[in-house]
């Protein structure tokens, strides 16, 4: 991992706001990459859905902001 400073005690938080409070029932760290990634199991109402979370953090933030912009135009 990257160190992006995404613990794992914080992925089922992260997980359960974006999905509505759905229940997080299993969260294991991806071995390698460039990034932090995190295979989470979530309860749905009828079964279980597997869902992967990554996270990643850009060297120069605001010049990533300005490549975009002048990409669009």
């Known amino acids: ?6 613990d794992i005690e914080v992925v089922p938080r992260m997980v359960e706001e974006i999905l509505g409070g759905r229940q997080v029932v299993d969260v294991q760290p991806a071995e390698g990459g460039t990034d932090d990634v995190f295979f989470v199991t979530v309860e749905m109402p009828n079964s279980t859905r ?23 135009s």
């Open 1 to 6: 991992m990257t160190g992006t400073s995404l």
């Open 50 to 72: 597997e869902c992967v979370l990554k996270a990643c953090s850009f060297v120069e933030p605001p010049r990533f902001g300005s490549n975009r912009e002048s990409s669009t």
